[in-house]
């Protein structure tokens, strides 16, 4: 029963005096995206353990960026423990390849 009588009140048409005025979004962001420039975040969340700190303190970004560095060192550590795996079982073909894959990619990490 209530639920009708929201509907009717929305569908009321405005008085002729009152233009119809969409209700006002409610702003996310202070100001608006600029997607074609990039402007860095805030300073605490420039290092790695800037970050861990921030969200040790409760902040939401900071958490989001730690879910972010989880999913770079993912690939990292697996091609890091594959190259010991290879060492232990002396197949130096598989170390060398696993060391070039390792140094490629932290050189990306490091040059961007």
């Known amino acids: 029963m209530l639920g009708t ?3 009717r009140w929305r569908r009321r048409p405005p008085s002729k005096n009152q233009p119809h005025r969409p209700p006002p979004r409610r702003r996310l962001w202070r100001r608006p995206s600029r997607y074609g420039t990039f402007s860095l975040g805030p300073a ?3 290092s790695p353990l800037g970050i861990v700190r921030a969200a040790a ?3 939401r970004q900071a958490r989001v960026q730690i879910g972010i560095l989880l999913l770079i ?3 990292i550590a697996r091609v890091l423990f594959a ?5 232990a079982q002396r197949d130096w073909l598989y170390v060398a390849i696993s060391t ?3 140094v ?8 961007a």
Request: a neutral charge; glycine letters at 10%; charged letters at 5%.
């Open 83 to 87: 190259t010991l795996g290879f060492a």
């Open 73 to 75: 060192a993912t690939p």
């Open 100 to 102: 070039v894959v390792l």
């Open 5 to 7: 009588g929201a509907a």
């Open 57 to 59: 303190a409760g902040d």
């Open 44 to 46: 605490a969340l420039r």
């Open 104 to 111: 490629l990619l932290a050189y990306s990490l490091l040059a």
